[in-house]
């Protein structure tokens, strides 16, 4: 994140703790603390979008040398002292920390602390001390200058204990790092994928993908018990400025309210809402040979949609040979996510528990009108690569001197946030067409999906649910459904061969009913012929 503000003067960086409010005072004591001015969300509004109408500024004010030697290594040796957290002593139940710069985040963020409320309500800037930090002698951030700044902020678990009686001080539930990523966790307690606060031209030919920076936080004070922290946040980059309001809620899962406003610099060929990244490299669908000793490795396993018309779609996700976008042309919609939905350890075997990673929901809060939600896929061979975007693209043009509103939820979970009475897609399996003792045939491939719950649950005894199954070409053989032999009720699979007639991607659609009765979700799948 590049800082495009001035850092504050000497004189206001050793402005005395007892001239400040005495709310800021008790808020943020230990913290060094610079002059307090003015706040409120509507002014910060107004001064985003009087920027936009400025031409672009980056501002590279840190020696890069030294930021360029604290690297991975260097950066996982420098450690924020609890002791300095923002609200360690209240008011509210959440201490802040706060990330070092470094080799990956080199931009330094500003970080203010709120005091008051309405229109008295003030900023006063928390300001970069290396003294809050533990770190060797030797670390070359020790070279930085006075006043060198942060990277991003931590919001720590409950300092009263009630989060499965966690210990504040080593566990956090919500961190900012790098342009404007974030991420929460779930409710079991595991970090995954991430979102952001804006996606630019993530796959718009002959466009490289731009990432805005979150240059400025303020951090709001709780009243304690509240479970609620608000931060606002400033955001700026070549082709737009932002101003967020997140409202984040640490219960069983996390929940943000999250309102958005943009102003366009200049005209956008992709602009994305809401957007999260993820990673899915292979899983039980179809392991690509002996990669890994592992069975599988993925963040998130599919998108699911819920659509303005009310249909309910899971879309498992695919590590594609070669960039791929999809798109879901909508109107209104209801949600959007991705998902992981294979909670078994012995699916994954592996201590970083990838069975425990968050589901990620968006939830429209008013009318979003028309336009996609896209999934991006792109090729990795690794686990350490993001290579999954999804995001909502209004059919409005984000045009230069235009300004975008949006206000919407993020639920971080174990599955999505609502009920349903349709069955969902637990399993897509993918093997050599035919059957055994049989000559295989080739170019024949049978597939396996499973659905469990929902009205599969009480059907009848004899009744069984019909698969109604489309693709964009290719033909079907051998189609046909079946209980799964585990006892466990409402749990069936569609099986079915399918040959490609072609070498374009195929698009297959596939759902159960009885009569006229919808059983599950629809379950879409993109196949590339090999």
């Known amino acids: 994140m590049i800082d495009r503000r001035s850092l504050l003067a000497a004189a206001a960086s050793s402005l005395a703790l007892s001239a400040l409010p005495l709310r ?36 590279n004010s840190l020696p890069q040398s030294i930021l360029d030697r604290i690297d991975y290594a260097e950066h996982g040796k420098i450690k924020f002292n609890t002791d300095f957290a923002l609200f360690h002593q209240g008011p509210g139940d959440f201490p802040v920390t706060f990330f070092h710069l470094g080799k990956y985040f080199r931009a330094p963020v500003h970080m203010y602390v709120l005091s008051g409320a309405g229109q008295s309500a003030s900023a006063a800037e928390i300001l970069y001390d290396p003294a809050y930090f533990s ?14 700044g942060f990277a991003g902020f931590r919001l720590q678990e409950s300092r009263g204990g009630d989060q499965q009686k966690l210990d504040w001080h080593s566990n956090d539930w919500v961190a900012f790092l790098g342009a404007s990523y974030f991420r929460a966790i779930g409710e079991l307690a595991q970090y995954g994928l991430s979102a952001r606060g804006v996606a630019i031209d993530v796959s718009s030919p002959g466009r490289a993908e731009e990432f805005p920076d979150f240059t400025r936080f303020y951090f709001e004070p709780s009243a304690n018990g509240s479970g609620a922290v608000t931060v606002y946040a400033a955001l700026e980059g070549p082709s737009l400025t932002g101003a967020y309001r997140f409202v984040m809620q640490r219960g069983k899962a996390v929940v943000m309210d999250i309102q958005a406003n943009l102003f366009m610099r200049r005209d956008v060929g992709q602009l994305g809402i809401a957007p999260m990244t993820s990673m899915y490299w292979y899983s039980e669908t179809n392991k690509p040979g002996p990669v890994d000793w592992r069975p599988e490795i993925h963040d998130s396993d599919g998108l699911v949609l819920w659509t303005g018309g009310g249909e309910y779609i899971w879309r498992p996700l695919n590590n594609t040979r070669n960039p791929s976008t999809s798109t879901f042309a909508d109107e209104s919609p209801r949600g959007f996510g991705l998902s992981q939905r294979d909670r078994l350890f012995d699916h994954y075997l592996d201590g970083v528990h990838y069975e425990r990673r968050p589901s990620l929901w968006v939830e429209p809060a008013g009318d979003w009108g028309e336009g996609t939600v896209q999934l991006v896929e792109l090729p990795t061979d690794d686990e350490t690569m993001d290579n999954i975007v999804a995001m909502w693209v209004p059919k409005q043009s984000a045009k230069a001197g235009s300004n975008l509103q949006f206000h919407y939820k993020l639920t971080w979970s174990a599955g999505e946030p609502h009920e349903t009475t349709l069955a969902r897609c637990i399993a897509t399996r993918m093997g050599r067409g035919g059957e055994p003792g049989q000559n295989r045939p080739k170019g024949v491939h049978k597939f396996v999906v499973e659905f469990l719950g929902g009205r599969l649950g009480s059907l009848p005894y004899g009744i069984r649910p019909e698969p109604v199954l489309s693709a964009t070409s290719g033909t079907f053989s051998d189609v046909f459904t079946e209980a799964v032999p585990d006892s466990v009720a409402g749990h069936w699979r569609a099986q079915f061969d399918f040959t490609a007639t072609g070498s374009e991607v ?11 009765q919808t059983l599950s979700e629809t379950w879409l799948y993109q196949y590339h012929v090999s």
């Open 24 to 59: 800021v005072s008790a808020a943020s004591a230990g913290l060094r603390l610079g002059k307090s001015q003015p706040f409120s969300f509507d002014a910060l509004i107004k001064e985003m979008q009087a920027r936009a109408a400025q031409p672009y500024a980056q501002q």
């Open 135 to 148: 770190m060797p002698a030797n670390s070359p951030a020790r070279e930085l200058p006075k006043g060198a």
């Open 506 to 516: 195929v698009d297959m659609r596939l759902y159960l009913k009885v009569g006229d």
